[in-house]
């Protein structure tokens, strides 16, 4: 199989946070704890494949919480047209991750079916449940599904070659990982099943929990993905930026050559 090109775009960034906002169970709640937020360019020659969007301006507003870059500028240094994109990896429908949706509007999205009947089902009658959903964003899926333009998948499944998607659930009813083969070994794009790594490499789990169970299975799976735990990228966290190397502008950061450095070094 051939290898894929893998890259983190950070668009928005929290700083204001504390390790409460991050870790149950913890020791010190109180100290501070930055969050990042990144969208994920798979590439293969001319093919390239999004694994989420972000969101922009306009949710960054209504949440009050503002974004560095609109998704479509900060893909732009990789010559993405947001016209030409084909296929979107929807890990899972929170703001955060579908909330870019409308600014690529030929693209098929891949998504778990777990996922939408849970952001179209009686759950969302919950606001604790409903809270990290935006209505126009599931809106968006459904009318890519109504225009013929969503795949389901149930657990495990295939996107390209080289590129599969896993159920892990937990944080949210139907979230995916993504294993993509590289250059370094098989990747693993964990986003919210695994926010940061002390998440899965010390089984803290997430505040933002649906099933606790499926999360701490989750961070069981992304390690079994990948090729080591290297090689698992969290969805969030600000040492990704320090392990791995940027790739032009100092916003995007390749991912498909193995990190520079190491938590555990």
Known sequence: MTPWEVFAVKYAERNERTRNDSFL???DHHAQHDMDYFIWVLRQGNEIVLVDTGYDEDEGERRGRPIRLNPVEALAPLGIVPNDVSTIIVTHLHYDHAGGLQHFPNATIHLQAAEMAFATGPCMCHGTLKAPFTVDHVCEAVKRL?????????GDG??????TVHLTGGHSKGLQ???VLTEAGWVCLASDASHYYENFLDGKPFPIVVDMTEMFTGFQ?????????KLVVPGHDPLVREFFPTHGPDHIIRLDRGPLKWIKS
Do not use: M
């Not at 109504?146 to 149930?154: A, D, L, P």
């Not at 295939?158 to 590129?163: C, N, T």
């Not at 992304?222 to 735990?229: E, F, G, T, V």
């Open 25 to 27: 169970f913890d020791d």
């Open 146 to 154: 109504y225009s013929g333009r969503v795949v389901f998948h149930e």
């Open 158 to 163: 295939e996107v390209r070659e080289g590129v």
């Open 177 to 179: 990982a993504v294993r």
């Open 221 to 229: 799976t992304i390690r079994k993905l990948a090729s080591s735990d």
